[in-house]
């Protein structure tokens, strides 16, 4: 079954974490027998001048074509505009990417095409898919829904390519039933959790991780984009209820100085640490050394993050969104809190005072692997096809 998978999150050189999920989703689904991908990523480019600034000028200069792992990988580039342009994205994408899927169907034809995330992809697909004449399906992961799925001139263009869609995937039951809200048919949506890297998200001795750091006390981990939804904010304010604790904040985003500023005026900036975008091969000892990962996110799917510090056995603080109740499946996993300071502060006093097995822990998140992930999917399109 030869599968074209459209996603404008995937990784590339100069931001090898941005949508690694993708990526690994689809190494494994490659992997199952009788399965190709093909992987479309288009770029957005600002239009001239502002494409002369930044990390623009880097993703200029991305090839159009390459070879990623085991994956060949189109890169077109559509033209984005910053900030207004989301309700004209997924014809510009569409534009883009139509003459480049119609050469590669012509050549080897494809059975599905695979949105990988709500919006604008699915939208995208759905005007290929008309074009081309097959089907195809659109997997949700969170902020496409939240986020998207209510912004005007975007969401009517998410519930008519729901109704398009051949089968839909969501990251949770979580954000199944928020998908089902927004007017989309439950018996149409298969929950799809993320896969796991079990040989790698392992425990490890935490004492000795945290000595590599440099870090002697209590350390809480939260890795996320430094954005208001993701909720550091609320961290750094429990930190004065945490004495001798350290946060450390893996992760870049617009918020940074705010979050600087709340540091020195709560007098805690000594204790907070600004990680940057770590590479995802380095996640594994940040996760093991932490005693604690808290991520209070207002709104998730199924938080990467969440899954793989289990695994590592470090007990998680979350807010009770998204699948995290999914993930949750014994009292060692940690805490559901309300987003306040002093609720977050009181749940990873208790796991300070009361450490957790780290076996027990990764117990919670033990049926997740790459393998069954590829399984699960390649049983969907098997089915969607039929």
């Known amino acids: 079954m030869r599968i074209l998978t459209l996603s404008t999150l995937f990784p590339a050189a100069p931001r090898p974490n941005f949508g690694i ?3 690994r989703q689809c190494a494994a689904l490659s992997a199952v027998r009788d399965f190709a991908v093909t992987v479309i990523n288009p770029i957005g480019i600002a239009p001239w001048p502002l494409s ?33 342009g989301g309700r004209f994205n997924p014809t510009m994408i569409a534009n883009a990417v139509l003459p480049l899927a119609r050469r590669l169907h012509a050549e080897t034809p494809f059975d599905l095409i695979d949105a990988e995330f709500f919006y604008p ?21 969170g902020a496409d829904i939240h986020h998207w799925g209510s912004q005007p001139g975007c969401a009517e263009q998410v519930i008519e390519a729901a109704d398009a869609a051949t089968g839909l995937l969501a990251v949770s039951g979580a954000l199944k039933a928020d998908m089902v809200k927004l007017g989309m048919a439950a018996d149409k949506i298969t929950v799809h959790h993320t896969g796991l890297d079990q040989s790698r998200f392992v425990p490890r001795e935490r004492a000795s991780e945290k000595s590599s750091l440099g870090i002697a006390g209590p350390l809480i ?6 954005i208001p939804r993701k909720g550091q904010a609320l961290l750094i304010a429990a930190l004065p209820d945490l004495p001798d604790a350290t946060l450390m904040l893996a992760g870049q985003g617009a918020s940074e100085a705010d979050y600087r500023a709340l540091a020195d005026s709560l007098g805690v900036a000594d204790r907070v640490r600004y990680m940057g975008n770590v590479p995802h091969d380095d996640l594994p000892a940040l996760f093991a050394a932490a005693d604690v990962m808290a991520l209070v996110s207002a709104s998730e799917g199924l938080a990467n993050a969440w899954v793989e510090a289990l695994a590592c056995g470090t007990p998680v603080v979350a807010g009770d969104v998204g699948g995290i109740r999914e993930l949750m499946k014994s009292p060692e996993a940690g805490h559901i809190v309300d987003r306040n300071p002093t609720a977050i ?17 990764a117990q919670n998140v033990s049926a997740f692997s790459w393998d069954e992930n590829a399984r699960q999917l390649a049983a969907f399109f098997r089915n969607v096809v039929a």
Not at 221 to 226: E, I, K, S
Not at 345 to 361: D, K, M, Q, Y
Request: charged share 20%; net charge positive.
């Open 221 to 226: 981990l939260c890795v996320g984009a430094l």
């Open 21 to 23: 999920f993708v990526e």
């Open 345 to 361: 502060a009181a749940a990873i006093s208790n796991l300070l005072a009361n450490p957790r097995s780290p076996h027990a822990v």
């Open 121 to 141: 992809d699915g939208p995208a697909a759905m005007r290929l898919s008309k074009e081309l004449g097959i089907p195809f399906t659109i997997k949700a992961r």
């Open 52 to 84: 002369l600034f930044g990390q623009q000028t880097v993703l200029r200069e991305l090839p159009s074509k390459e070879e990623w792992g085991e994956l060949t990988v189109y890169r077109p580039r559509f033209t984005a505009i910053p900030r207004i």
